[in-house]
């Protein structure tokens, strides 16, 4: 441990020493100023010379002692460079407290403790893989939290679909009855086709025969009854006369052709009009209990995502004292 061998003169409590009011006074300017002269020297203002000179000595060495963790003693030589080192860590105490009180965060890439590079305070890591966040709201100041990887709620999936089928397990059918509400018709216009056209001929008849007649003189006939035969006489009854035989030929041919419908069919070509709107209730039984195993395709691995942003790795010290 340091020493400070820079002890204090005539500091105690009575000491014999000029008071300061005294020694700033008009009676000892001129020693003050151009020193001691020769011949008898009161004590007081000796000692407080020598008192002064050895005050800022042992301020020195305490400074030396606790900034510089040297020992200080009479020699300027050695005691000089201890001073400055310990004005040194002064000015890093001072500066540090005020830029980097305790609770402060350092950042450097170098590995080096702030406590060993400044040569001040307390120092700890604040963890590898840490980022800092501004406390506030349910971030409490210095808590610790967060995770490097985060897999999914059901409730943080985006909305998705799946395709799934199932197997025919339980054929079965179902019988099922409407009933006949809604009675209504229908009506419609319709035209059919000419398909099946077609004629009848009139055909022919011939009818052959004949018939006597008595008649005086000749007989003359026309169409189909005309005479043939006029040459024969007789006598029938007592009137007299000609006995003629009447021939016909009644054979005719008719021209033309008449229309007749046949066996055939006709297209029906038309619309029904929708009147009577309705409905039908209809019951279905409900045989057939059975069961299906839905199989519903998936994909995805169920890996944890990064939530780690581009980074730049730095050391993080937080001082404690």
């Known amino acids: 441990m340091a020493t400070n061998r820079l002890l204090p003169f005539a500091n105690g409590t009575g000491a014999n020493v000029t008071p300061y009011d005294e020694w700033a006074g008009d009676d000892y300017e001129s020693v003050v100023q151009k020193g001691f002269k020769s011949g008898i020297a009161k004590s007081a203002p000796m000692n407080r010379v020598w008192a002064q000179g050895a005050t800022a000595g042992n ?34 105490t001072s500066v540090l407290d ?54 999914l709620t059901v409730n943080e999936m985006p909305a998705h679909n799946h395709v799934g089928s199932t197997d025919s397990a339980g054929a079965h059918a179902h019988d099922a009855t409407a009933d006949s509400a809604g009675a209504h018709q229908h009506w419609m216009s319709l035209t059919t086709g000419t398909a099946g056209g077609h004629n009848h001929t009139r055909g022919s008849m011939e009818i052959t025969g004949g018939f006597r007649v008595w008649t005086r003189g000749k007989a003359n006939g026309w169409g189909a009854f005309a005479m043939s035969d006029t040459t024969k006489p007789g006598l029938k009854g007592g009137s007299g006369g000609t006995e003629v035989t009447q021939n016909f030929n009644a ?10 419908n046949g066996d055939h069919t006709h297209t029906v070509s038309g619309n029904v009009n929708s009147a009577g709107a309705h409905t039908h209730t ?3 039984k409900n045989a057939g209990v059975h069961t299906h195993t839905v199989t519903v395709g998936y994909t995805g691995g169920s890996e944890a995502f990064s939530l780690r942003n581009p980074y730049l790795a730095v050391y993080m010290w937080k001082r404690t004292a």
């Open 59 to 92: 301020v020195i060495g305490e400074l030396v002692k606790n900034f510089a963790g040297k020992d200080a003693d009479i020699d300027a030589a050695d005691l000089y460079p201890k001073f400055v080192e310990a004005l040194r860590q002064v000015a890093k």
């Open 282 to 284: 209809v019951s279905m």
């Open 251 to 260: 054979s005719r041919t008719w021209t033309g052709s008449t229309s007749w």
């Open 98 to 151: 005020v830029v980097y009180p305790v609770g402060s965060i350092y950042v450097s890439t170098v590995a080096t403790n702030p406590a060993t590079l400044f040569g001040v305070g307390t120092w700890e890591r604040i963890g590898a893989g840490r980022c800092l966040i501004d406390a506030g709201g349910d971030f409490a100041p210095g808590s610790t939290g967060g995770a490097e990887t985060h897999s």
